[in-house]
T-cell receptor, first 114, second 111 residues
Framework: AQSVTQPDIHITVSEGASLELRCNYSYGATPYLFWYVQSPGQGLQLLLKYFSGDTLVQGIKGFEAEFKRSQSSFNLRKPSVHWSDAAEYFCAVSVLGGYQKVTFGTGTKLQVIP | DADVTQTPRNRITKTGKRIMLECSQTKGHDRMYWYRQDPGLGLQLIYYSFDVKDINKGEISDGYSVSRQAQAKFSLSLESAIPNQTALYFC??????????FGSGTRLTVV
Protein backbone atom coordinates (compact mmCIF):
# COMPACT_ATOMS: atom_id res chain seq x y z
CA ALA A 1 0.00 0.00 0.00
CA GLN A 2 1.17 3.49 -0.74
CA SER A 3 2.21 5.74 2.12
CA VAL A 4 3.51 9.24 2.66
CA THR A 5 5.83 10.39 5.43
CA GLN A 6 6.41 13.96 6.47
CA PRO A 7 9.08 13.60 9.13
CA ASP A 8 8.86 17.16 10.45
CA ILE A 9 5.73 17.94 12.44
CA HIS A 10 6.69 21.54 13.06
CA ILE A 11 9.31 23.84 11.49
CA THR A 12 10.24 27.39 12.40
CA VAL A 13 12.11 29.66 9.99
CA SER A 14 12.95 33.34 9.94
CA GLU A 15 11.31 35.56 7.38
CA GLY A 16 13.55 35.80 4.33
CA ALA A 17 15.27 32.48 5.02
CA SER A 18 15.05 29.52 2.69
CA LEU A 19 12.69 26.65 3.35
CA GLU A 20 12.69 22.95 2.62
CA LEU A 21 9.87 20.65 3.74
CA ARG A 22 10.53 16.96 3.47
CA CYS A 23 8.26 14.32 1.99
CA ASN A 24 9.00 10.65 1.42
CA TYR A 25 6.65 8.21 -0.22
CA SER A 26 6.43 4.48 -0.50
CA TYR A 27 5.09 3.02 -3.71
CA GLY A 28 6.34 0.51 -6.26
CA ALA A 29 5.87 2.59 -9.37
CA THR A 30 6.10 6.29 -10.12
CA PRO A 31 3.24 7.94 -8.32
CA TYR A 32 1.55 11.25 -8.88
CA LEU A 33 2.75 13.65 -6.19
CA PHE A 34 1.18 16.78 -4.76
CA TRP A 35 1.81 19.49 -2.22
CA TYR A 36 -1.07 21.32 -0.57
CA VAL A 37 -1.14 24.24 1.84
CA GLN A 38 -3.75 24.84 4.52
CA SER A 39 -4.10 28.22 6.16
CA PRO A 40 -5.92 28.38 9.52
CA GLY A 41 -9.64 27.94 9.11
CA GLN A 42 -9.34 27.16 5.43
CA GLY A 43 -9.41 24.17 3.17
CA LEU A 44 -6.36 22.80 1.43
CA GLN A 45 -5.06 24.57 -1.65
CA LEU A 46 -3.00 22.84 -4.32
CA LEU A 47 0.52 24.30 -4.55
CA LEU A 48 1.97 22.05 -7.22
CA LYS A 49 1.86 18.57 -8.67
CA TYR A 50 4.18 16.13 -10.39
CA PHE A 51 2.93 13.64 -12.94
CA SER A 52 5.91 13.02 -15.23
CA GLY A 53 8.67 14.79 -17.13
CA ASP A 54 10.90 17.43 -15.58
CA THR A 55 11.57 16.43 -11.99
CA LEU A 56 11.70 20.03 -10.80
CA VAL A 57 8.17 21.38 -10.59
CA GLN A 58 7.19 25.00 -10.16
CA GLY A 59 4.07 25.91 -8.26
CA ILE A 60 2.14 28.87 -7.02
CA LYS A 61 3.32 31.39 -4.39
CA GLY A 62 6.98 30.89 -5.40
CA PHE A 63 7.19 27.25 -4.30
CA GLU A 64 8.95 24.46 -6.13
CA ALA A 65 9.45 20.76 -5.49
CA GLU A 66 11.89 18.19 -6.79
CA PHE A 67 11.05 14.56 -7.43
CA LYS A 68 13.97 12.25 -6.65
CA ARG A 69 13.14 8.70 -7.56
CA SER A 70 16.29 7.25 -5.99
CA GLN A 71 15.37 8.75 -2.64
CA SER A 72 11.57 8.33 -2.96
CA SER A 73 11.31 11.98 -2.05
CA PHE A 74 9.37 15.02 -3.17
CA ASN A 75 10.64 17.89 -1.05
CA LEU A 76 9.07 21.33 -1.18
CA ARG A 77 11.31 24.39 -1.32
CA LYS A 78 11.09 28.15 -1.30
CA PRO A 79 14.14 30.42 -1.53
CA SER A 80 12.81 33.21 0.69
CA VAL A 81 9.94 32.72 3.10
CA HIS A 82 7.34 35.42 3.74
CA TRP A 83 5.31 35.77 6.93
CA SER A 84 2.18 34.90 4.93
CA ASP A 85 3.63 31.43 4.23
CA ALA A 86 2.92 30.38 7.82
CA ALA A 87 0.48 27.49 7.41
CA GLU A 88 0.33 23.73 7.42
CA TYR A 89 1.70 21.86 4.41
CA PHE A 90 0.59 18.45 3.23
CA CYS A 91 2.31 16.13 0.83
CA ALA A 92 0.10 13.64 -1.01
CA VAL A 93 0.58 10.70 -3.35
CA SER A 94 -1.87 9.32 -5.87
CA VAL A 95 -2.12 6.13 -7.85
CA LEU A 96 -3.68 6.43 -11.27
CA GLY A 97 -5.90 3.96 -12.95
CA GLY A 98 -9.47 3.48 -11.87
CA TYR A 99 -9.98 5.23 -8.59
CA GLN A 100 -7.55 8.05 -8.04
CA LYS A 101 -6.68 7.03 -4.49
CA VAL A 102 -4.89 9.85 -2.74
CA THR A 103 -2.95 9.32 0.46
CA PHE A 104 -2.03 12.39 2.50
CA GLY A 105 0.88 12.86 4.85
CA THR A 106 0.21 14.04 8.38
CA GLY A 107 1.37 17.57 7.62
CA THR A 108 4.15 19.97 8.58
CA LYS A 109 3.21 23.13 10.40
CA LEU A 110 5.37 26.09 9.38
CA GLN A 111 5.96 29.00 11.71
CA VAL A 112 7.62 32.14 10.35
CA ILE A 113 9.32 34.49 12.78
CA PRO A 114 10.25 38.11 12.03
CA ASP B 1 -18.53 32.45 -5.02
CA ALA B 2 -16.21 29.67 -3.99
CA ASP B 3 -15.64 26.77 -6.38
CA VAL B 4 -16.55 24.29 -3.64
CA THR B 5 -19.02 25.41 -0.99
CA GLN B 6 -19.65 23.56 2.23
CA THR B 7 -22.50 24.21 4.64
CA PRO B 8 -22.62 24.67 7.52
CA ARG B 9 -19.16 26.02 8.41
CA ASN B 10 -19.59 25.13 12.05
CA ARG B 11 -22.04 22.85 13.82
CA ILE B 12 -22.50 21.63 17.35
CA THR B 13 -24.82 18.67 17.76
CA LYS B 14 -25.78 16.22 20.46
CA THR B 15 -24.90 12.56 20.64
CA GLY B 16 -27.44 10.45 18.78
CA LYS B 17 -28.69 13.19 16.50
CA ARG B 18 -28.73 12.90 12.72
CA ILE B 19 -26.81 15.56 10.89
CA MET B 20 -26.17 16.34 7.24
CA LEU B 21 -23.22 18.22 5.80
CA GLU B 22 -23.69 19.62 2.34
CA CYS B 23 -21.29 20.28 -0.49
CA SER B 24 -21.85 21.94 -3.84
CA GLN B 25 -19.36 22.74 -6.60
CA THR B 26 -19.16 24.91 -9.67
CA LYS B 27 -16.00 23.31 -11.09
CA GLY B 28 -17.91 20.93 -13.33
CA HIS B 29 -15.85 18.04 -11.96
CA ASP B 30 -17.31 14.55 -11.99
CA ARG B 31 -15.43 13.28 -8.96
CA MET B 32 -16.32 14.32 -5.44
CA TYR B 33 -14.96 13.26 -2.08
CA TRP B 34 -15.55 13.58 1.63
CA TYR B 35 -12.56 13.66 3.95
CA ARG B 36 -12.19 13.92 7.68
CA GLN B 37 -9.26 15.75 9.27
CA ASP B 38 -8.06 15.13 12.80
CA PRO B 39 -4.98 16.79 14.30
CA GLY B 40 -1.85 14.74 13.64
CA LEU B 41 -3.66 12.24 11.41
CA GLY B 42 -3.79 14.03 8.09
CA LEU B 43 -6.88 13.48 5.99
CA GLN B 44 -8.84 10.27 5.90
CA LEU B 45 -11.21 9.41 3.08
CA ILE B 46 -14.82 8.73 4.09
CA TYR B 47 -16.62 8.32 0.75
CA TYR B 48 -16.03 9.16 -2.88
CA SER B 49 -18.15 9.39 -5.99
CA PHE B 50 -17.09 9.33 -9.63
CA ASP B 51 -20.51 10.33 -10.93
CA VAL B 52 -24.12 10.53 -9.81
CA LYS B 53 -24.62 6.77 -9.97
CA ASP B 54 -21.27 5.82 -8.48
CA ILE B 55 -20.71 5.87 -4.71
CA ASN B 56 -17.80 4.16 -2.98
CA LYS B 57 -16.68 3.68 0.58
CA GLY B 58 -13.38 5.10 1.68
CA GLU B 59 -11.12 4.18 4.56
CA ILE B 60 -13.44 5.21 7.41
CA SER B 61 -17.02 4.96 6.15
CA ASP B 62 -18.57 3.32 9.25
CA GLY B 63 -21.12 5.62 10.85
CA TYR B 64 -21.42 7.77 7.72
CA SER B 65 -23.54 7.76 4.59
CA VAL B 66 -23.59 9.94 1.48
CA SER B 67 -25.91 11.05 -1.26
CA ARG B 68 -24.94 12.37 -4.70
CA GLN B 69 -28.01 14.40 -5.61
CA ALA B 70 -26.54 15.83 -8.80
CA GLN B 71 -23.19 16.22 -10.45
CA ALA B 72 -22.63 19.34 -8.40
CA LYS B 73 -23.97 18.17 -5.03
CA PHE B 74 -22.62 15.60 -2.61
CA SER B 75 -23.87 15.42 0.96
CA LEU B 76 -22.53 13.54 3.97
CA SER B 77 -24.78 12.27 6.75
CA LEU B 78 -24.05 11.08 10.25
CA GLU B 79 -27.05 8.92 11.10
CA SER B 80 -26.44 8.93 14.84
CA ALA B 81 -23.61 11.24 15.79
CA ILE B 82 -21.09 10.19 18.44
CA PRO B 83 -18.38 12.27 20.15
CA ASN B 84 -15.48 10.64 18.28
CA GLN B 85 -16.94 12.01 15.06
CA THR B 86 -15.93 15.45 16.26
CA ALA B 87 -13.58 16.63 13.51
CA LEU B 88 -13.06 18.94 10.57
CA TYR B 89 -14.80 17.65 7.44
CA PHE B 90 -13.77 18.55 3.93
CA CYS B 91 -15.44 18.09 0.60
CA UNK B 92 -13.21 18.00 -2.48
CA UNK B 93 -13.58 17.63 -6.23
CA UNK B 94 -11.24 16.54 -8.99
CA UNK B 95 -10.91 15.63 -12.59
CA UNK B 96 -9.43 12.25 -13.42
CA UNK B 97 -5.80 13.34 -13.37
CA UNK B 98 -5.87 16.56 -11.47
CA UNK B 99 -5.29 17.68 -7.96
CA UNK B 100 -8.15 18.31 -5.63
CA UNK B 101 -10.14 21.47 -5.12
CA PHE B 102 -11.21 21.63 -1.48
CA GLY B 103 -14.03 23.40 0.24
CA SER B 104 -13.37 25.49 3.34
CA GLY B 105 -14.49 22.74 5.67
CA THR B 106 -17.15 22.10 8.27
CA ARG B 107 -16.09 22.02 11.89
CA LEU B 108 -18.36 19.51 13.62
CA THR B 109 -18.55 19.08 17.38
CA VAL B 110 -20.58 16.25 18.88
CA VAL B 111 -21.34 16.72 22.58
Amino acid sequence: AQSVTQPDIHITVSEGASLELRCNYSYGATPYLFWYVQSPGQGLQLLLKYFSGDTLVQGIKGFEAEFKRSQSSFNLRKPSVHWSDAAEYFCAVSVLGGYQKVTFGTGTKLQVIP
Amino acid sequence: DADVTQTPRNRITKTGKRIMLECSQTKGHDRMYWYRQDPGLGLQLIYYSFDVKDINKGEISDGYSVSRQAQAKFSLSLESAIPNQTALYFCATSQAEGGYTFGSGTRLTVV
